[in-house]
């Protein structure tokens, strides 16, 4: 009971306006789990509704809830749904002054999917301060159409707001933000490189997912350290009542998942492990790419009540490599590597506070070889240790109270030796730590309001305290038409150096931002409504404005060693989004436009970024035979990407042997003339993917088979232009592909 | 009408759409001169090319001379202005271009240290291209510069030279001069000796750096030296002259800026489509720049050069 004591107190050392809600209180309380009968995994986002008050929630993340206010003594029934299960209703009464404790395990749906109910959707969307969120779940991440196997990345450039440069890469840019601009985190633990195969795929494997959480801005204070976007990725707990395997493999990768129940407990281990690079060159103009890369994650839980009652400890590791090694000596060799490992523990405590810690440390390494080519070799490493707490206090008004103090320790290396020979090593260390506080007023029927204020101390003592206010608001006009907004600003204290010309490219270290520049911070206006157009159909629309400063460029009129390799620029970027989702099962219908303009500074001259994209349209269509058996077709239209016009080539003169005769040193070579940066626009691009998903049974064995087509009509999206060759480099063409999983 | 779906389908999947794209914008012609002023030399030598539009995507199949005759180019250096004349030689490689080269040359620019220089090229057309540079300082080396090669000289022999400005870059090289006596003629040649480990088909790759010093093996002294009669039992035959040279090229500020830009390279996978270019010249592109050349005498020991079979011819 220790531990449970040091979190109140904490808790009340942050938050002294607490022990005035600890009064008796004339309701009582509901909380609990959702999970799923089969395996005990958490189930995110689902709705519990209390038909009789009208009043309901829904779950977070990890499955959890908590419901407020509800009247004692009456005997209140309880309906729990999640779309593909069952919907379980519980009678209860509520005990006065007491928080009842309700864990239900929902069963999977297995014959009729239209039998599904729905009761409490609306309530789900009741008052979130939500706005720029999108939560996914590894079902929709599954029927979308896939590039070779599901991938989370990919899927989200069907979002509104989400751009790429092409469907070769994994690289997505949120809102007109840079791509090292986007926090990515794996049970709130940040991944620094999270791409395998030189960025075309990610390094989550979707079997190891439970939830997706994804804010394309306007996020609260909890998140920091990064200037647009957080996709938070929660990971299985593993089956908590079988042993259970799952085999799949596809063209690319060959993966398992083991799971299954230890005493208090679950653990979950995944593995997967590339075999064969002939679809690569699908991806890479037909060039042979002999990369080999592997990924590998597991999580063990732990939760005993004779231990700590309502707690849950859990350990969990992430690795993942990749090696690029050349048969040829004369080419070059990489080497990336991404391990973490964390511990969290998660306590639901007597009074209505839920905490949360983690201690984690998150490493990056990656490395070019030379061996015997003209490369230089560079190496980059990064190391963060990081420790959170956070707390949630409910209060009787229903409002909640977060806080959290989070510390960081960061090294980051970079060697590198140049083209000319100077050898460079910048060494960067840090700490920091961050304490955030935040007010979510969600006692009205009609208004909701997140407000917070997170405080860093900064990884750059230099520089002193940053300060980062936050608000996000709800209003609902009536039932069916909510009014949201946000305001927030943003620091970012670590850059990946992405050099912008380039498309694909193979190292993009992380450093601390050096000590002659500001740390990057950015402004979000977010500004939207949300309607039910009908029970079935919903429309939502978001305009946003985002200004950033202090923003760090490449310095390309770097020659000399004494010179800064980053300079600051500034960024801008504004647009709006429309979403319809019309949800009616058997049919799932999602279409979504997004209208964007992103410039970015340097010195006078403003420019498109390579990710400014004006127009973008995608529009998917489910239809579920069964829960057997679904399909769908996904059409993306984006308007052309900036590119770089020619106006001509010149023979440019290079140094060549200068010990002999002038005229024997005139060595020219075709070198391309460019217009303004970014001027010009590639064609428009659409294409046309499909995705068929059957599963059966077969004994004791289960069969999930999904054949997908990409680019179903072959249409020839230009990738690039090689200005040296003339030649036109096209994206994905047409693509069957398909993915067998086993599961015992 | 299954068949017609089926065949509406399949027609589908194997139509492929592309739409034809157009990476020029509009065509603007441009002036490219290049005047590098060599310090180790007198001749010096200009081109004037204008810029071109291939008919295709592909600029390497333009073989029309982009040459522009009939320039007035002339540089000058304090109170002197060097007028240069235009000439054409046949090219080595005539792959692309099969017309000769043509050049503007002045034969006598004796290239001063530390000093401005302006360029002024006046165009047929009436335009004009302008630049400025700035000799570097003249090369001086260091008193802990080896002076003596011999066989108890160190496994490396260092040498020492001044910068004119951080970030110079230099292309160093050491070479000796020996002669080879057969049947009574006298040939006298130059060898270079390899002073990196980057060798390409055998041969020494000059290093341009901005190291201010040089590293030599006697490993590849040695060698340098068995080189030279290699396969040729008669070593008497060969004298090897007693000062060995250390040469310095040393670029100016705009030398190494445009050598600094131009010099990079990339993996094979990595794929950059804008490239950022660097030029001094005033109204057009390309580059204005100088470098000048120092020297250092270092000495073979006659015990060392006889160790070989070789003669030594010792100077006054």
Redesign the interface.
């Known amino acids: 009971m220790i531990p449970q004591k040091l979190f109140l107190f904490t808790f009340i050392i942050f938050l002294p306006i607490l022990s005035n809600e600890l009064n008796a209180q004339s309701f009582g309380k509901l909380r609990g789990f959702v999970t799923d009968s089969t395996n005990g995994e958490a189930l995110a986002y689902g709705n519990v509704f209390i038909a009789e008050l009208n009043n309901g929630a829904s779950t977070d993340a990890r499955g959890y809830y908590i419901i407020n206010n509800i009247s004692a003594g009456k005997k209140l029934n309880v309906v729990f749904s999640y779309v593909g299960y069952r919907t379980q209703t519980i009678q209860i009464t509520i005990v006065r002054d007491e928080i009842t404790q309700l864990n239900v395990a929902l069963v999977p749906e297995r014959l009729e999917l239209q039998t599904v109910e729905k009761i409490g959707e609306k309530i789900q969307d009741k008052n979130p301060t939500d706005i720029g969120l999108q939560k996914l779940t590894l079902r929709q991440l599954e029927i979308l159409p896939k590039g070779v196997e599901t991938d989370v990345f990919r899927s989200l450039k069907y979002l509104p707001g989400v751009q790429a440069t092409g469907d070769v890469s994994a690289r997505y840019y949120v809102r007109g933000g840079t791509g090292d601009q986007n926090l990515v985190l794996l049970n709130g633990v940040t991944i620094y490189n999270p791409f395998h195969a030189?960025g075309l795929f990610s390094v989550i494997d979707p079997e190891m997912i439970n939830s997706v959480e994804f804010y394309k801005g306007g996020f609260a204070a909890e998140y920091g350290s990064r200037l647009s976007s957080v996709l938070s990725v929660i990971t299985k707990n593993g089956n908590k009542n079988n042993f259970s395997l799952k085999a799949s493999s596809s063209y690319l990768t060959g993966k398992a998942l083991v799971e299954g129940p230890i005493p208090h407990g679950s653990f979950m281990f995944t593995g997967r492990k590339s075999y064969s690079n002939s679809i690569l060159k699908k991806f890479?103009n037909d060039?042979n790419?002999p990369i080999d890369f592997y990924d590998a994650s597991f999580k063990i839980n732990y939760s005993n009540p004779d231990f700590i009652e309502n707690g849950k400890f859990s350990l969990f590791g992430f690795l993942s490599g990749d090696k690029?090694n050349s048969v040829n000596p004369k080419?070059?060799d990489f080497d990336w590597s991404t391990n973490l490992i964390g511990f969290e523990w998660l306590q639901v405590h007597k009074a209505p506070i839920y905490s949360k810690v983690t201690v984690s440390l998150s490493q990056f390494n990656g490395e070019?070889i030379p061996n015997e080519?003209?490369?230089k070799p560079r190496k980059n490493a990064v190391s963060d240790f990081s420790g959170t707490m956070d707390f949630t206090y409910l209060q009787d008004s229903e409002d909640e109270i977060g806080a959290g103090f989070h510390f960081k320790i960061l090294s980051t290396n970079l060697k590198i030796v140049n083209?000319?020979?100077?050898k460079s090593e910048i060494d960067s260390y840090g700490g920091n730590f961050t304490l955030y506080g935040k007010y979510r007023v969600l006692r009205f029927d009609n208004f909701s309001a997140d407000a917070g204020l997170r405080i860093n101390s900064g990884l750059n003592s230099s520089q002193g305290f940053y300060y980062e206010p936050r608000i996000s608001m709800n209003y609902r006009l009536s039932q069916d038409i909510a009014l949201k907004a946000a305001w927030g600003i943003y620091q970012q204290e670590v850059v990946a150096i992405s050099?912008e010309?380039?498309?694909?490219?193979?190292?993009d270290p992380w450093i601390i931002i050096p000590n002659y520049l500001n740390t990057s911070q950015a402004i979000h206006y977010i500004a939207g409504f949300d309607i039910d157009v009908l029970e079935d159909l919903s429309l939502k629309v978001e305009g946003y404005y985002k200004r950033t400063i202090h923003l760090p460029f490449i310095n390309?009129?770097k020659?000399?060693?004494?010179?800064p390799d980053l300079i600051s620029g500034r960024a801008e970027s504004y647009g709006y989004e429309i979403s319809i989702n019309y949800s009616s099962l058997p049919v799932i219908f999602i279409t979504s436009y997004s209208l964007g303009y992103a410039y970015k500074q340097l010195g006078n001259h403003i420019y498109y970024p390579k990710y400014d994209v004006r127009h973008s349209l995608s529009t998917s269509f489910e239809y579920n035979f069964s829960s057997d058996l679904s399909a769908s077709i996904v059409w993306s239209f984006s308007s052309g990407l900036p590119?770089?016009?020619?106006?001509?080539?010149?023979?440019?003169?290079?140094?060549s042997d200068?010990?002999g005769?002038?005229?024997?040193?005139?060595y020219y070579e075709?070198?391309?003339?460019?217009?303004d940066?970014n001027?010009?626009r590639?064609?428009?691009y659409h294409r046309l993917d499909f995705n068929l998903s059957k599963k059966f049974e077969f004994s004791f064995l289960k069969f999930y088979i999904d054949l997908n087509?990409i680019n179903?009509?072959?249409?020839?999206n230009?990738f690039?232009?090689k200005?040296?060759?003339?030649?036109?480099v096209?994206m994905l063409?047409?693509l069957p592909t398909a993915t067998l999983k086993i599961e015992i | 009408m299954k068949k017609t779906i089926f065949l509406l389908t399949m027609g589908?999947?194997?139509?492929?759409?592309?739409?034809?794209?157009n990476?020029?914008?509009?065509?603007?012609?441009?002036f490219?001169l290049?005047c590098?002023l060599?310090g180790?030399?007198t001749?010096?030598?200009a081109?004037l090319?204008?810029?071109?539009?291939?008919s295709?995507?592909?600029?390497?199949v333009?073989s029309e001379d982009?040459s522009i005759y009939g320039a007035d180019v002339r540089v000058r250096i304090g109170d002197s202005v060097y007028i240069f004349s235009d000439s054409i030689?046949n090219r080595?490689d005539t792959t692309r271009y099969k017309t000769p080269?043509h050049?503007y040359?002045h034969d006598y620019i004796d290239l001063p240290a530390n000093k401005d220089l302006e360029l002024e090229v006046l165009l047929p057309s009436g335009q004009r291209l302008t630049s400025l540079t700035k000799t570097p300082q003249k090369v001086q080396f260091d008193q802990r510069s080896e002076d003596v090669i011999s066989e108890d000289s160190p496994n490396f022999l260092q040498f020492f030279w001044n910068i004119s400005f951080?970030?110079q870059?230099f292309?160093p090289?050491l070479i000796f001069k020996y002669s080879k006596t057969n049947n009574g003629s006298t040939q006298v040649m130059i060898k270079e000796v390899p002073i990196s480990d980057l060798f390409e088909g055998g041969l020494a790759e000059?290093?341009?750096?901005?190291?201010s010093t040089l590293n030599v093996e006697m490993q590849s002294i040695r060698k340098a030296l068995e080189e030279i009669s290699a396969g040729d039992p008669n070593k008497a035959n060969y004298t090897i002259y007693e000062s060995a040279l250390v040469?310095v090229?040393a670029f100016d500020q705009n030398?190494?800026?445009?050598?600094?830009?131009?010099?990079?390279?990339?993996?094979?996978?990595?794929?950059?489509?804008?490239?950022?270019?660097?030029s001094n010249i005033n109204g057009g592109?390309?580059?204005f720049a100088s470098?000048i050349k120092g020297e250092y005498k270092i000495k073979f020991l006659s015990s060392f050069i006889q160790s070989f079979g070789y003669k030594i011819l010792i100077s006054n």
Not at chain 2, 56 to 60: A, E, I, R
Not at chain 2, 206 to 211: D, G
């Open positions: 030189l890479l060039k790419v690029l080419e070059e070019v080519s003209k490369l083209q000319k020979g100077i050099d010309n380039e498309v694909i490219s193979l190292f390309e009129e020659a000399f060693e004494f010179e590119f770089t016009r020619l106006i001509g080539y010149y023979d440019k003169y290079y140094l200068l010990y005769s002038a005229l024997s040193n005139t075709p070198y391309p003339i460019l217009g940066k001027i010009g590639l064609p428009v087509i179903v009509y072959n249409r020839k230009i690039y232009f200005r040296d060759t003339g030649e036109r096209n063409p047409f | 589908m999947i194997f139509w492929s759409c592309e739409e034809d794209f990476p020029y914008g509009e065509f603007k012609e441009k490219i290049n590098v060599r180790d030399s001749f010096q030598l081109s090319t204008k810029s071109y539009n291939p295709t995507f592909n600029p390497n333009v982009a030689v080595a080269f050049f040359f951080t970030g870059y292309a090289r000059h290093t341009i750096s901005v190291q040469q090229l030398l190494s800026r445009y050598y600094s830009t131009t010099n990079g390279s990339l993996d094979d996978l990595t794929v950059r489509i804008d490239e950022k270019d660097y592109y390309g580059i470098y």
